[in-house]
């Protein structure tokens, strides 16, 4: 019976699963997949995914707009253009670093000639309003149509609002778009 109950334990022991530490020459044994902090490291090892920066979005959901700000401007410069709006939204809001109308337009700018139609449809706001940009309203409305016809819905009710920018704009941000006298 001694030997039945060492014999368990034995294969017990030896079935555990191996702990996440370093491998000799670089890598992970088991390493943890999910987490903001995996996130986070793939970021600082220069690699991003669709998974890496769609985690960016619980990041600045938690109030991590730092941590946000470096994951979304990564990925933003790798060429996705979700983190490109996300980005724009921390600067539109100074989230993670100071307010800036001109760099959130810079990074709406740069998702719409991505052909993203959220891209396409902030740009045309920023240009219909002058807001980080020189305003002009010609110019914004072509790119909520090209957005509209991309299928975005929020562009199909702006123009069914007949570009009225109070349809798609929060009453608590009617301040940040008022003119500058």
Same mark, same amino acid.
């Given at each position: 019976?001694?030997?039945?109950?060492?014999?368990?334990?034995?294969?017990?022991?030896?079935?555990?699963?191996?702990?996440?530490?370093?491998?000799?020459?670089?890598?992970?044994?088991?390493?943890?997949?999910?987490?903001?902090?995996?996130?986070?490291?793939?970021?600082?090892?220069?690699?991003?995914?669709?998974?890496?920066?769609?985690?960016?979005?619980?990041?600045?959901?938690?109030?991590?707009?730092?941590?946000?700000?470096?994951?979304?401007?990564?990925?933003?410069?790798?060429? =996705?253009?979700?983190?490109?709006? =996300?980005?724009?939204?921390?600067?539109?809001? #100074?989230? #993670?670093?100071?307010?800036?109308?001109?760099?959130?337009?810079?990074?709406?700018? +740069?998702?719409?000639?991505?052909?993203?139609?959220?891209? +396409?449809?902030?740009? #045309?706001?920023?240009?219909?309003?002058?807001? #980080?940009?020189? +305003?002009?309203?010609?110019?914004?409305?072509?790119?909520? @149509?090209?957005?509209?016809?991309?299928?975005?819905?929020?562009?199909?009710?702006?123009?069914?609002?007949?570009? @009225?920018?109070?349809?798609?704009?929060? @009453?608590?941000?009617? =301040?940040?778009?008022?003119?500058?006298?």
């Amino acid at each position: 019976m001694r030997k039945v109950m060492q014999l368990a334990l034995l294969l017990g022991v030896t079935a555990l699963p191996a702990a996440a530490d370093p491998v000799e020459g670089g890598g992970d044994l088991n390493p943890e997949e999910m987490t903001l902090e995996r996130m986070m490291r793939n970021i600082e090892r220069g690699e991003t995914s669709m998974t890496t920066c769609a985690s960016g979005y619980f990041i600045t959901k938690s109030g991590r707009h730092v941590e946000a700000r470096e994951l979304f401007e990564a990925c933003a410069n790798d060429g =996705w253009t979700g983190a490109m709006t =996300w980005m724009s939204q921390l600067e539109d809001n #100074g989230l #993670g670093g100071a307010l800036d109308p001109d760099g959130a337009a810079e990074w709406d700018r +740069q998702a719409a000639e991505a052909g993203d139609p959220v891209g +396409q449809f902030n740009y #045309g706001l920023d240009l219909m309003r002058g807001r #980080g940009v020189a +305003q002009d309203e010609a110019r914004g409305r072509a790119l909520v @149509d090209e957005a509209a016809r991309a299928g975005l819905p929020v562009a199909r009710r702006l123009q069914a609002a007949d570009y @009225d920018l109070d349809e798609v704009t929060p @009453d608590a941000d009617n =301040w940040k778009y008022a003119p500058v006298s």
